[in-house]
Structures are given as structure tokens and as C-alpha cells.
């Protein structure tokens, strides 16, 4: 009798159970996998057709290389690949796939599917597996190239059943994961249909750009700077977002390295250090950025689902892929003062007349000159007492979490009846100012959003929200699986003067914005609803899921940096401020103002 162990190896279907773990999480990562697979066979058209999110059914059909039956039978065990045959070949990986563990771990928790032939072949094979191994092998007829059905996901492991999120939820992870691998792969024709409805087509084409452009739509592309970077062994290629255009969401910020769509901190660090100063509080670049580099530089098989890779010099591909996108930006931010006065036609700039009405500033208010002289000549405040230590206070206060809207409004308190001086604007982005008796750089945008915030706020609370209808409505195209979400909100959206009709299946019509708004990029204004919109199921009180709309209406309908301002213009927001009794900072959370009394200024040239 052999000695009695408590180890044990576990039977094939505990470990492909296990695996699929790791792998399989929910439907997208099926899909995820079944496209690497398809991508694999050379295929150049993948068709994906889900139902309820992928939960009822995934279908993934392509016209790729196909599998003669023997080579069907082994592809569902485990460890069975025809990527790899030795530990060299793994250095040098090229296909999505190598380890061999994708097909069976689907199986081991679906009811799967598999018909396949090979391109001159008459018969084909159908496979059939529910939930382990292949319980039959069938003649059946087929075109070229695989088709590969999941049935019931999870139907024998109800604890992973019950981790799957909403339909909403599930297909859009799906839709992500399928634009993915249509960026990987630009001459790949892909379809997506849900519930049988086309979700998106995207024929294939030439070029990673054209591509783009299928994904991401005219609106979105022309915000984005073309990224195209070579150095030594690695060269950038994509899509990062202009710098005055930075979004309150990651969305997307999508990275590929050899084709393969991964998460990845250097990267993404690289992008955020990029954008440094561009990139104000609480927003976000969004991004598609794609690396080549030598497949020796970089070890893919650090996580199951290969989400992940390491390079073997990630401070090279930091500073090359910073240095990519650092160029663009630079060269972009330099030329903009011009640009942006010049083409800009939505440019608050060009409306110095309807901000001024809006804001009821009228000719005898721009007496600036004379109120220059008054202010110059009184300097009592110099002495009052605790101001230093009150500025240092003040410096510090801008440590807000990122994004965050925050309820609680912090003032500076100062007289509400200071008069303001403007001194100038500096580089576009900052007014130079003296208010009553203080040195102030203001960043205009803030200052403009907090403004804003304060009136749409205090006017959606006296239910008095004014819309002003556009002459011309404005169509905005949104992502397919965001389209419900905003579908859902459209009569709250109503009440805050933002009124919207659906315009096919995933467009809309902006009819009318809030009248205090004006004019601005009514596209951007829309994707930053919808990133509200996405956090807005998990908001209790409808004060908190309406405050983070009207932030979001504040910052696109504010003057952005890199607008040059007229003086009155500067006057006037400044003195709005000021009867705002001087908020500290926008509602995101980012400082409005830097000040400097004239005790500090005093100290500083050491006058007292
Ligand atoms: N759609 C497909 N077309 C052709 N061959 C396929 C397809 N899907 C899977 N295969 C074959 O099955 C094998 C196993 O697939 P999989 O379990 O995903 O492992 P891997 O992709 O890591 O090799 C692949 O190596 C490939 O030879
Ligand atoms: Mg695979």
C-alpha cells in the first residue's frame, strides 16, 4: 500500500477551473482572448456578436487560418499551443497568444462551441464542451476560419455568476475590449452587434490614424496632436489630447506596446509628465499611444491574462515616450496665442460684446483709468497684522483630491468691496491684478469656472435656470454603450437648462444650453457629462449628482487658457469674483489665486 499523502494533484478540470480564474473573469476577457486568438489566425474580418452584455451569449466569428480537426481537439486542452515550442521562442513572442490556456478555461465555465476549417478543406469540425472537457467531435459544415460560441458564462460556477456586473456594465467592458483590438489591428474589418443591433463597423483600412478616426469620430480627433516619435529602438505613434483640452476622466487613455493593449505605470507616468504644468488639478489627458520596441526588450509573460508587461529598460521608454509627447505639446502650446484668436471660431474671445451683456457690464462700469489712480495711492493695509502668516496659510491650501466637487465652498472673506485693478494678462493663462490692497495672480479659468459654478448653482436652486436655444442644434456623437446612460438623465439634464433629444443610436442633439453659458465646445461639455454620469448611480442626494454636472458646465463654459482677454473682460470676472466673496479655489479644487498683501510684498524687500 502506497504511504498515505495529504498532497494531491489536482484533476484536470479543478485546474482549468482555477486557470480560467485567473483568465476568465467576465465576459470581456472572454472576448479579449477569442480575438487574440482570431488576430493570431491572420483573420481580416472578426465578427463579435453578444447577448445581454455577453452574459447570454459571446460569438466570435473569423475568416482566419482555421484548425483541422486534430489540431481543434488539441487546442482545447491545457498547454496546448502552436505559438511556442521553446523557451527562445518566448523572448521573441510575437503572436497575442503563447501559453496555451485560453481555450480550456473557457470551456471548463461555459457551454462552448467550436466549428472550424481550414481553407481547402470541405468538411469542417464541430467541437462541443460544457463545462470540461470536449464531449464530442462532429463533422459540420463551415466556411474558412473559426467561429467560437460561449453559452451561459459561469453556468457551473455560481460564485462567479454572481461577481458579474449589469448588462450596461458588462458590454461596455466589452465594447472597450473590441475597440482594443481594432487599434491593435487597423487592417482588420470588425463588427460588433449587441442584442442584434450593429454597435459599431469598422471596415479596414490603411492606417492607424484612419483607424483613429472610425473609434474616436471627427469631434474628438481634431482635439487630439498627432504623435509620431522615433528613438534608438523604440518608436511612439498615436493620439494625445491638446493640452487646453484635458478631460475630467481617463477616458481613453489606451496603451499598446507591440500591438498588445496594456496596462502599464511607466507609460502612463511618462504621458502625466508630459503634460506637467498643461495639466491642471482634477483633469486628465486622454490618449491612444502605441510603442514598438524589439520583443527582446520586453517580458509579456508576467500576467496570466498578459494585461501587463515589464521592460527590461523602463527609464529608456519613460524618457522616449515623454520626449514624444512633450515635443508635440510644446510645439502646439507655442503657436496657439495665434491659432486660437485666429481659427477658434466657438473662442470666448470673439464674444467680448455677449460675455459683457450676459454679465450685465455696461459702458460706465469701464472706468479702469480712474480707479488705477485710486488704488495706487493707498497703501494702509501694508501693516495688518497676521497677513504673512494668513499667505502661508494660503499656499497651502490646494491639496484637494483629484476630480472631487467640493460641497463646502472656502473663501477668502476679504471685503466684498475691493476694487479691482487689473494690471495685465500674463502668457494667456493668468490675470495679473491688484485687488484692494493685495498683489494677485489669478488663473482665468478658474477664476471664470468658480463664477459660473456659483451662479448655475444659486439660479438651479431658485429653479430659475435659464436655456437659451441654439440658433443651430448641435449634433455630439457619443460612445454606443454610453449612449443609455445619457439617454436616462436627459430630463434631469432638462432641468438645468441643458436640453437634448436622442438622434439615432448613439447620437444626440443639443437643443438648448444653460443661457449663462454661451458659447463653447459643446462636444467636450457632453464627454465630461457622461464621465458624471458614470459615477452618478452611486450619488445618494440629488444635490451631489447635480453638482458635479454644473461643475462640469462651469469648467467647458469658462474661458480657457490660452485665450487672450481684454482688460474689461478681466475687470469684470474679477469683480464677479469678488462678489462671490473670493472662493479659494474652482470646484474641482484647484487654486484660483496666488496673493501677496502688501505686508508680504513689504517683507519680501525688506521694508519691514
Ligand atoms: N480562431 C482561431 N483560429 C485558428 N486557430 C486557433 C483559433 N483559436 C485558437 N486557435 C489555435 O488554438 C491554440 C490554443 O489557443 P489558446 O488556448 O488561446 O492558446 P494560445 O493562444 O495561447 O496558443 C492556438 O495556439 C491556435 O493554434
Ligand atoms: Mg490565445
Known sequence: MPPETTIRILPESISCQIAAGEIVDRPASVVKELLDNSLDAGSSMIMVDVVEGGKRLIRVTDDGEGMTRADAQLACQRFATSKLSSIEDLLSISTFGFRGEALPSIAAVSKFRLVTAKKDESVGTLLIADG????????????????????????????????????????????????????????????????????????????????????????????????????????????????????????????????????????????????????????????????????????????????????????????????????????????????????????????????????????????????????????????????????????????????????????????????????????????????GEEFHVVDQHTVHERVLFERLWRSWLEKKVQSQALLIPEPVDVQPHTAALLQSALPELASLGLEMEPFGESAFVLRSVPALLGQMDYAALVQDLVDDLTEWKSLDSIEKRIRPILASMACQGAVQAGRAMVEPEMKLVLEDWVKEGFPMTCPHGRRVTMRFSMDELHRIFRRI
Open 132 to 435: 470540461g472537457p470536449v464531449s464530442s467531435v462532429e463533422d459540420h459544415a463551415s466556411s474558412p476560419g473559426t467561429r467560437i460560441e460561449i453559452k451561459e458564462l459561469f453556468f457551473n460556477t455560481p460564485g462567479r455568476q454572481k461577481f458579474l456586473k449589469s448588462t450596461a456594465t458588462e458590454f461596455s467592458h466589452m465594447c472597450h475590449v473590441v475597440q482594443q483590438a481594432a487599434l491593435a489591428r487597423p487592417s482588420t474589418h470588425f463588427r460588433l452587434t449587441h442584442n442584434n443591433h450593429v454597435v459599431f463597423d469598422f471596415p479596414a483600412v490603411g492606417s492607424l490614424q484612419d483607424r483613429l478616426l472610425q473609434l474616436y469620430g471627427t469631434k474628438l480627433m481634431d482635439l487630439m496632436l498627432p504623435i509620431e516619435f522615433e528613438r534608438g529602438a523604440v518608436t511612439v505613434q498615436g493620439i494625445a489630447i491638446h493640452p487646453y483640452h484635458t478631460r475630467t476622466s481617463r477616458t481613453p487613455q489606451e496603451i499598446f506596446v507591440n500591438g498588445r493593449s496594456i496596462k502599464n505605470s511607466t507609460i502612463s507616468h511618462a504621458m502625466y509628465e508630459a503634460y506637467g504644468s498643461f495639466l491642471p488639478k482634477g483633469r486628465h489627458p486622454v490618449f491612444a499611444i502605441l510603442l514598438e520596441i524589439d520583443p527582446r526588450e520586453v517580458d509579456v509573460n508576467v500576467h496570466p491574462s498578459k494585461r501587463e508587461v515589464k521592460f527590461s529598460e523602463p527609464d529608456v521608454v519613460h524618457r522616449v515616450v515623454k520626449e514624444a509627447v512633450r515635443r508635440q505639446l510644446q510645439r502646439k502650446s507655442a503657436m496657439l496665442p495665434t491659432e486660437d484668436l485666429h481659427i477658434q471660431e466657438k473662442g470666448w474671445t470673439h464674444q467680448p460684446k455677449s460675455f459683457v451683456d450676459q454679465r450685465g457690464f455696461s459702458g460706465q462700469d469701464a472706468k479702469g483709468g480712474s480707479s488705477v489712480d485710486r488704488d495706487q495711492s493707498s497703501g494702509e493695509m501694508a501693516t495688518s497684522s497676521g497677513a504673512s502668516k494668513k499667505v502661508v496659510q494660503l499656499f497651502s491650501q490646494d491639496n484637494h483630491e483629484d476630480g472631487v466637487v467640493h460641497e463646502a465652498r472656502a473663501s477668502y472673506g476679504l471685503d466684498p468691496d475691493y476694487t479691482v485693478r487689473v494690471l495685465g494678462q500674463m502668457s494667456l493663462t493668468y490675470i495679473v491684478a491688484q485687488v
